[in-house]
C-alpha cells in the first residue's frame, strides 16, 4: 500500500556500489521534494540524500557525502540513488520519501510519502 515503492537493495561487500531506484504514482506527483532515509535496528529514521524539484538543490547526510549521489530520472516520477564505496555503517532498510514542502525531505517530520523499503547489507 506503500505509495513510493524502491528497488536495487541486496548485499555487497565494503567497497561496493548499488543503486537505489523508486517510482512514484501520479498523485504523488504534486510534491516538491524527494528524499532517500534509512533506518538500522534500534535506531531512528535518518536522512541521507535528498532533491528540491524547485532549483535542484541536494542535500547529503555528512555520512555519505562524497559516495552517494541522488539524482531524478528523465521522468516526473522516478528517483535513483547512487551509492559507492559502501561501508558496514551503511547497512539498513533504505526508504524513499517525498514531501510537499520545499527543502525537507530529509526531515521526517515533513514527510507526506513512504515507500515499502529495501534492504542494503555492507559487509566487511
Known amino acids: 500500500q506503500a505509495p513510493l515503492l524502491e528497488s536495487g537493495g541486496g548485499s555487497v561487500q565494503a567497497g561496493g556500489s548499488l543503486r537505489l531506484s523508486c517510482e512514484a504514482p501520479?498523485?504523488?506527483?504534486?510534491?516538491?521534494?524527494m528524499g532517500w532515509f534509512r533506518q538500522a535496528p534500534g535506531k531512528e529514521r535518518e536522512g541521507v540524500a535528498a532533491i528540491s524539484f524547485g532549483d535542484n538543490s541536494e542535500y547529503y547526510d555528512d555520512s555519505v557525502k562524497g559516495r552517494f549521489t541522488i539524482s531524478k530520472g528523465n521522468a516526473k516520477n522516478t528517483l535513483y540513488l547512487q551509492m559507492n564505496d559502501l561501508k558496514p555503517e551503511d547497512t539498513g532498510v533504505y526508504y524513499c520519501?517525498?514531501?510537499?514542502?520545499?527543502?525537507?525531505?530529509?526531515?521526517?517530520?515533513?514527510?507526506?510519502?513512504w515507500g515499502q523499503g529495501t534492504q542494503v547489507t555492507v559487509s566487511s
Open positions: 501520479v498523485r504523488v506527483l504534486n510534491t516538491n521534494c
Open positions: 520519501a517525498a514531501s510537499r514542502a520545499n527543502s525537507a525531505c530529509y526531515l521526517s517530520p515533513f514527510i507526506d510519502y
